[in-house]
């Protein structure tokens, strides 16, 4: 009895871990995975390691080519283009680590506050300015030359992907406060 019990856990924790993965979608891939990747990929360019992480996706990018001209159904292509960019995000937190993106296990940077945390705050941002033309540039014209201030601090090696990520994210934060109490 102990031993069908245990098959049956087994089993189960086989399954769920499945079941809580829900598929992937077109609207997943635009509004989530691409913008996460876009942001690492900036950070990337600003660090100087591009080219480290262009050396590394490649087999990635040309399966993501071949899922969009091959054979497969939509649904299909979708999912593999899913899965090979959710690879390219781990590659490029990889390199953001210092690492070469080549490695089986890859390494993540963020202690704290990712990437997507700050798209979100950024898109946060952007939803409270839906429909106002110019609200956005106004909300984050205060900002403008402490965000140039930070970008060239990144591009010139002085703050690490870590650092530019929590600081983007704590301006962001700012800006989502200004816009309260001016609200």
Same mark, same amino acid.
Request: hydrophobic share 40%; proline share 3%.
């Given at each position: 009895?102990? #031993?069908?019990?245990?098959?049956?856990?087994?089993?189960?924790?086989?399954?769920?871990?499945?079941?809580?993965?829900?598929?992937?979608?077109?609207?997943?891939?635009?509004?989530?995975?691409?913008?996460?990747?876009?942001?690492?990929?900036?950070?990337?360019?600003?660090?100087? #390691?591009?080219?480290?992480? =262009?050396?590394?996706?490649?087999?990635?990018?040309?399966?993501?080519?071949?899922?969009?001209?091959?054979?497969?159904?939509?649904?299909?292509?979708?999912?593999?283009?899913?899965?090979?960019? =959710?690879?390219?995000?781990?590659?490029?937190?990889?390199?953001?680590?210092?690492?070469?993106?080549?490695?089986?296990?890859?390494?993540?940077?963020?202690q704290g506050v990712t990437p997507d945390d700050v798209?979100?705050?950024?898109?946060?941002?952007?939803?409270?300015?839906?429909?106002?033309?110019?609200?956005?540039?106004?909300a984050m014209a205060d900002y403008e030359k402490e965000?140039?201030?930070?970008?060239?601090?990144? =591009?010139?090696?002085?703050?690490?992907?870590?650092?530019?990520?929590?600081?983007?994210y704590a301006l962001f934060g700012r800006v989502l406060?200004?816009?309260?109490?001016?609200?």
């Open positions: 009895m102990k #031993r069908i019990f245990r098959m049956v856990l087994l089993a189960a924790g086989m399954i769920f871990p499945l079941l809580s993965q829900a598929a992937c979608t077109q609207a997943d891939l635009d509004d989530k995975l691409y913008p996460a990747l876009q942001y690492r990929l900036r950070c990337l360019d600003g660090l100087g #390691r591009l080219d480290v992480f =262009r050396s590394a996706a490649t087999p990635h990018s040309q399966r993501i080519s071949e899922a969009r001209i091959g054979q497969a159904s939509p649904k299909q292509a979708v999912a593999v283009i899913c899965g090979e960019t =959710r690879a390219l995000i781990a590659i490029a937190d990889d390199v953001l680590t210092g690492g070469d993106g080549t490695s089986d296990v890859k390494k993540s940077p963020w798209l979100k705050r950024r898109n946060e941002v952007m939803q409270r300015c839906k429909g106002q033309l110019g609200c956005y540039q106004q965000i140039g201030v930070l970008d060239g601090r990144a =591009r010139m090696g002085r703050i690490s992907a870590v650092e530019y990520i929590e600081q983007m406060q200004a816009m309260k109490a001016k609200s």
